[in-house]
């Protein structure tokens, strides 16, 4: 069965709010997540990751937050815009073992 | 620098018919991976190749078969196709095996009859 989860299947962000993503994963184990990217007829795309040893990591407009108490992941965006219309997937790395995607939250921006 | 490349982009099979997905990256990267995305559900690993010379079996490997012809190119198999393997697979790679960044094709979509 799916070792990672998405809260939400779908989420709709009105165009320059902030997005939020949550995920849950499930071995407490796992030392490395990582969220991707997927636009329509896309493959993947990496967004951002985080090892276990950091609690929040940000890049361009987003932000990784580690809750390893709960095992929840999030992702937020600053500033949605349109071209951030896309499926997102969070994924979890245990040790000794591949990475383990979820089922993926659809977001989608309205202008 | 094109990254990771797949063919073909589309295909049709009858159930029965064979065929192989080609994947190659000009990364210069250690593991390749196989994957398969359904409707609803995650990414799947099918087969992965942490270094050259080696494979190793993922989440969902029957009726599939690899090769890792060179550190550049990664094939998928499927020796007799049936309806269940319709899909969209996706061919990645990673600088080394363990908890980094895959980098991923854009896909090939796969409908068996």
């Known amino acids: 069965g799916e070792s990672v989860g998405l809260h939400l299947p779908t989420l709709s962000v009105q165009e320059g709010d902030n997005s939020i993503i949550n995920c849950a994963y499930s071995n407490s184990a796992s030392d490395y997540f990582i969220w991707y990217k997927q636009e329509s007829g896309k493959g993947p795309q990496f967004i951002i990751d985080?090892?276990?040893?950091?609690d929040k990591r940000q890049g361009q407009r987003v932000t990784v937050l580690l809750n390893k108490t709960v095992k929840h992941l999030s992702l937020q965006i600053a500033a949605t815009q349109p071209g951030d219309s896309a499926v997102y997937f969070c994924a979890e790395n245990p040790p000794r073992y591949k990475l383990s995607f979820g089922a993926g939250t659809t977001v989608t921006v309205r202008a | 620098n094109a990254g990771v490349t797949q063919t073909p982009k589309f295909q049709v099979l009858k159930t029965g018919q064979s065929m192989t997905l080609q994947c190659a990256q000009d990364m210069n990267h250690n593991s390749m991976y196989w994957y398969r995305q359904d409707p609803g559900m995650g990414l799947r690993l099918i087969y992965y190749s942490a270094s050259e010379g080696t494979t190793d079996k993922g989440e969902v490997p029957n009726g599939y078969n690899v090769s890792r012809l060179n550190k550049r190119e990664f094939s998928l198999r499927l020796e007799s196709a049936a309806p269940s393997q319709t899909s969209v697979y996706f061919c990645?790679?990673?600088?080394?095996?363990?908890?980094?960044?895959?980098?991923f094709g854009p896909g090939t979509r796969l409908t068996v009859t």
């Open positions: 990645a790679s990673s600088e080394r095996e363990g908890p980094n960044e895959q980098y």
């Open positions: 985080i090892r276990s040893n950091m």
